[in-house]
């Protein structure tokens, strides 16, 4: 007799599932119609191509969900599930030849001020197909999960992680300011420092040397710059390195193979990689989109690897039971997350002063930061393989049999 038992992962599933497709969809038509239903006056190009790309990336990640909600429509219905195949990564690769034919063709339209808004598709394309490289290469020569728990990974890392992260970041990134406000209260001079830096950044007033000029007032004091580093070095990166394998952690209470905490790890850190790669890119100006692209494919490394790593560590610290070794994990991730993003704050507020007299510590400071960025970059890469490799070897060594 068949089991009547409620499949609740499945109905979860399903519902998020939906959810993410009603909302891409939703949010890219509400995008479109603020921008040419209520627009008294056109937009710029610059501005169209963001709406455009926004509205591109919103209906992408929509239709990644159809495939969980499609498979935990058969779970539900105890339809037959294939697995998916061994390996996608030959067909990662020639998508990654199709990659470097696009941000070829892109950086030549983004010379083009009349051809600016092809950019939109070529933007997500440029943005996706790298995230999905990593991910193959990464857990190559590797077994597969099912089909329902990594597309159920990339559903859970495109919905409900973003919001979760986001949620308790601005938290206490609000308390952090809270606190800042309170102590720059007792320094007139500080405060209304702070106060007028705030208002050219909501007014836009003065060029970009004026801000650059206020950036580094502000910077210049102990606590603002404390709060700052504090929370790009050590809480955001903590934050987002327990939260992003969050299907790793639904999954720890049921048999989870640790090439499928890798494997998961890896699709969980791919799909925070997309909002935040995307979102930056968007925002970029045309003339920097090349840049723009190269770098954030660079930082999908850290963010897939990384989640990879935790995954990972999740999966065989449980199955060890060693509970605590898994923090050990988590930890040594936000280390090197925490002390990617501190360099990269110090190299791109260095940057902004090689050309002002005096400033040339600044210049040392900015080539220190590059080198600790690469050594991470390195770092991670070889973590990457280092995992692939003891998972390979742990699989082809054979089981003895038991007595």
């Known amino acids: 007799m068949a089991s009547k038992k409620l499949d609740i992962p499945s109905v979860l599933l399903f519902v998020l599932s939906a959810l993410g497709i009603l909302f891409g969809i939703t949010a890219a038509v509400l995008t479109l119609i603020s921008a040419y239903g209520f627009s008294e006056t056109s937009l710029a190009a610059s501005d169209e191509m963001t709406t455009l790309s926004t509205s591109v990336l919103l209906i992408s990640i929509g239709m990644l969900n159809v495939p969980t909600l499609i498979t935990s429509i058969k779970r539900l219905l105890k339809k037959t599930i294939c697995q998916p195949k061994i390996s996608y990564l030959q067909k990662a690769n020639y998508y ?184 930056i890119v968007i925002q970029m100006s045309s003339q920097d989109w090349l840049i723009a692209v190269a770098l954030r494919a660079a930082t999908g490394v850290l963010h897939i690897g990384l989640s990879g790593l935790v995954g990972y560590g999740l999966a065989r610290s449980w199955r060890q039971k060693q509970f605590s070794r898994s923090i050990l994990y988590i930890i040594t991730a936000a280390i090197l997350h925490g002390t990617w993003n501190s360099m990269t704050l110090i190299s791109g507020f260095s940057s902004s002063l090689f050309n002002k007299p005096g400033m040339e510590i600044f210049v040392t400071s900015s080539i220190i930061s590059l080198i600790f960025i690469i050594i991470i970059f390195v770092s991670i890469v070889a973590i990457t393989l280092k995992i692939n490799s003891r998972l390979r070897q742990d699989l082809a060594r054979p089981t003895e049999p038991s007595l």
């Open 96 to 279: 990654l030849f199709l990659w470097l034919l696009i941000i070829t063709v892109g950086f030549f339209i983004s010379r083009e001020g009349n051809k600016i808004l092809l950019l939109a598709p070529l933007t997500v394309a440029a943005v996706f197909i790298p995230v999905w490289w990593l991910i193959e290469f990464s857990r190559r020569g590797l077994p597969r999960s099912t089909k329902l728990r990594e597309w159920g990974t990339l559903t859970i890392g495109l919905t409900i992680t973003p919001i979760v992260i986001i949620s308790i970041e601005l938290l206490l990134t609000a308390i952090a300011a809270v606190a800042v406000m309170i102590r720059l209260g007792l320094q007139p001079n500080l405060s209304s420092q702070l106060h007028s830096f705030l208002e050219n950044i909501s007014q836009n007033i003065g060029g970009i040397v004026e801000f650059e000029q206020s950036q580094f007032e502000m910077m210049k004091q102990p606590i603002i710059s404390a709060a700052v580093f504090l929370i790009l070095g050590l809480i955001a990166p903590l934050i987002e390195e327990i939260f992003k394998p969050m299907s790793t952690w639904f999954l720890l209470s049921r048999p989870l193979e640790e090439f499928e905490g890798f494997s998961l790890g890896l699709i969980s850190g791919g799909a925070f990689a997309i909002w935040e790669s995307a979102g």
